[in-house]
Nanobody
Framework: QVQLVESGGGLVQAGGSLRLSCVAS????????????MGWFRQDPGTEREFVAA????????YYADSVKGRFTISRDNAKNTVYLQMNSLKPQDTAVYYCAAANNIRFLRAGESNYWGQGTQVTVSS
């Protein structure tokens, strides 16, 4: 079993920045944890969960939603089993609960069919 724990959310003014972190852990090998494709989703109350960004386990392939391209950067540190989401130039429409996700396959992850999910961290951007 794998657990994902997010941190770094909070309240920020429009134009500001936040950095989210997600640490993967569990009763499995570190090799398996670092082999997981990882990503971020977000969901505002009353809306469907939305894909934000994803990164392959090697870090060589990265995907972004059009709404965050040029503003958000996803990265990972496999030695720490951690994925990051650097969010710059935040807008009020970025307000949501942000969820970390991990999967064995990047296509499944991007489709929201992840094996593992975190509990979410709230990001609120004021205007």
């Amino acid at each position: 079993q794998v657990q994902l724990v997010e941190s770094g959310g909070g309240l920020v003014q429009a134009g500001g920045s936040l950095r989210l972190s997600c640490v993967a852990s569990g009763r499995t090998s570190s090799t398996y944890l670092s082999s997981l494709e990882m990503g971020w989703f977000r969901q505002d109350p009353g809306t469907e969960r939305e894909f934000v960004a994803a990164i392959t386990w090697t870090g060589s392939v990265i995907y972004y939603a059009d709404s965050v391209k040029g503003r958000f950067t996803i990265s990972r540190d496999n030695a720490k089993n951690t994925v990051y989401l650097q969010m710059n130039s935040l807008k009020p429409q970025d307000t949501a609960v942000y969820y970390c996700a991990a999967a064995n396959n990047i296509r499944f992850l991007r489709a929201g069919e992840s094996n593992y999910w975190g509990q979410g961290t709230q990001v609120t951007v004021s205007s």
